[in-house]
């Protein structure tokens, strides 16, 4: 105890922040062993997403110490690899920030230790989405960029997002290196840290990557549907409206009670449209409007969702649906270039991009590996990510993803058909190819681990009653991946994913199956024969790995 003490006061005579500070000295004040060993069981540690993690006080909380150390690190590797700075040739680096608790604050020292490192800062002119962010390193030239976000998180989270000055997320081995810097520092007072000097960016920044979503739609294609929005308590709203004014679609109806940025996020127990939950009140308001679909953004905007109506009432299609359409519409437009997605995404990608002749390939999990395929002309995720524009913004999208599918709804609108119109003639084409997942979230870190041991230990030889007939520990990598934690099973008609989540405390499985259907007639069928499957797969790998 007289060591945390030590070691938690010492932090306290550094931390910047009143708030924080207020609240550490409290701890101690108070002897709360247990609470002062959780945030001084180590330190954040920065990885590939970067850093994510509940806000408070101490090395294992989202902090401005945390953020600043965060900040020297990226500025010392930045220098070391031969970025230019000092003087007008500086080497700029452009940061954004989303609305949280703690975003601007966090945004605000990042440009402050950057100038101090002599290298230029740039901050966007107020919370963004992270698209904006994305494209404006490319745009404006820059070095690196970072975005303060923690995404569709909880509200007590927030992050830090770094790209290089490709527009791309870091992979290894930058973020050891960055990593490594950050270790480095020994005291903040070693971090120099200006009242000024960097630059806070006007408007042309944000206009300019408007006018760039012009290349995202067809020139004179229609542009009829009806929409109903939801900004989910984040930053996409304004600028969804302003795209979609600009490309001529009718005005969507906002979800009033969601529209605005709110750092509590009120109306949701997690700001994410994949959560139980969250969509409620789109729903709600698309009953009462009779929209043609539904777009969500999540809290930062680099995500969208699409909801339909099924029948007499509202659903979400999977990303995987989207995913697939999205896919289907560019071909038909006759885009060229590779198609990619990560390897727990649906196959029928591989399909589409085979039948149309196009490229394509596969990746580890994440945009970070999705926009570094060379020649990428389209790439998603299942986890609600579209990359539709690489060359404007190299990473997720939520507001040209949702430009895009609302194309395509205007143009089957004009048929007098609609997107599960078009799920149905894929699925008659290519074989039904239905997913779902099995997430377990968990406050005990050490049964997401434990679960991954069980399965590597006793691998599973048949699940829903299907042989599995390959299983790979992508631990030691394959011919076409680098290693990764992750188990993947492939099955006579299915496949299945087993991989921690990079960003929260779950553990997820990816699941697919692939019906065919011989005929429009045999649909029915189909789905019914694929849900059972699904479900029993479920069943017998929640089994197979104890939780």
């Avoid at 966007?124 to 404006?140: C, E, K, N, S």
């Avoid at 944000?206 to 739609?217: K, Q, S």
């Avoid at 959560?275 to 930062?300: H, Q, S, V």
Wanted: hydrophobic share 45%; aromatic share 6%.
């Amino acid at each position: 105890m007289h060591d945390l003490i030590a070691r938690a006061s010492a932090w306290l005579a550094e931390d910047p922040d009143p708030d924080t500070r207020a609240e550490l000295a409290e701890l101690i004040e108070a002897g709360d062993e247990k609470e002062l060993a959780a945030r001084f069981a180590g330190t954040l540690q920065f990885g590939t997403a970067g850093l994510r993690g509940e806000l408070g006080a101490g090395p294992m909380r989202m902090n401005r110490s945390v953020v600043i150390r965060a900040a020297a690190g990226l500025a010392a590797y930045l220098k070391k690899n031969g970025t230019p700075y000092g003087g007008p040739d500086a080497g700029l680096v452009v940061i954004g920030y989303d609305a949280r608790h703690k975003s601007a604050d966090f945004a605000r020292d990042t440009a402050a230790v950057m100038t101090g490192a002599g290298l230029r800062a740039a901050v966007l002119p107020r919370p963004l989405p992270t698209p904006v962010l994305a494209f404006a390193i490319r745009h404006l030239g820059a070095v690196a960029g970072v975005e303060v976000t923690a995404s569709h998180n909880p509200p007590r989270d927030n992050g830090y997002k770094v790209y290089l000055g490709d527009g791309s997320q870091i992979v290894p081995p930058a973020d050891a290196g960055i990593a490594a810097e950050i270790d480095a520092i020994a005291s903040l007072h070693d971090v120099p840290r200006p009242e000024s000097g960097w630059e806070t960016l006007d408007e042309a920044v944000l206009d300019a990557y408007l006018a760039r979503t012009d290349a995202v739609l067809a020139t004179g294609s229609p542009r009829t549907a009806r929409t109903v929005y939801t900004a989910m308590h984040g930053v996409g709203k304004d600028v969804l409206l302003a795209a979609f004014a600009r490309a001529g679609f009718p005005e969507p109806v906002l979800v009033a009670e969601q529209a605005e940025p709110d750092p509590d996020f009120p109306t949701v127990a997690f700001p994410n449209p994949e959560e139980p939950g969250a969509m409620d009140l789109a729903f709600g308001r698309a009953r009462a409007t009779d929209p043609d679909l539904i777009i969500a953004n999540d809290p930062d905007a680099d995500r969208c969702a699409v909801a339909v109506k099924d029948g007499g009432d509202w659903r979400m299609l999977r990303g995987d649906e989207v995913g697939a359409l999205l896919a289907a519409h560019l071909v038909r437009r006759g885009v060229q270039g590779t198609f990619a997605e990560s390897i727990v995404s649906s196959s029928l990608l591989g399909r589409i991009a085979g039948k149309a002749g196009l490229p394509y390939e596969e990746t580890l999990t994440g945009f970070k590996w999705i926009a570094r395929v060379e020649g990428l002309r389209y790439g998603y995720e299942e986890a609600l990510g579209y990359c539709v524009d690489p060359e404007g913004v190299r990473d997720k999208d939520g507001i040209t993803a949702a430009l895009l599918i609302t194309e395509l709804a205007s143009g089957l609108k004009e048929e007098g058909r609609t997107l599960l119109d078009l799920l149905d003639d894929l699925a008659v084409e290519h074989g039904l190819h239905a997913t779902d997942q099995l997430s377990v979230r968990v406050q005990d870190l050490s049964l997401i681990a434990d679960a991954m041991r069980r399965l590597r230990e006793q691998p599973p030889t048949r699940l829903a009653g299907l042989a599995i007939t390959r299983a790979e520990d992508l631990n030691k990598g394959t011919e076409t991946l680098p290693p990764t934690d992750g188990l993947r099973y492939t099955l006579d008609g299915a496949r299945v994913i087993v991989r921690p989540s990079g960003t929260e405390p779950k553990l997820k499985c990816y699941l697919e199956v692939v019906v065919p259907v011989p005929d429009r007639a045999d649909l029915p069928a189909a789905h019914a024969r694929a849900k059972e499957l699904l479900e029993a797969v479920k069943r017998d790998l929640s089994a197979a790995a104890g939780i």
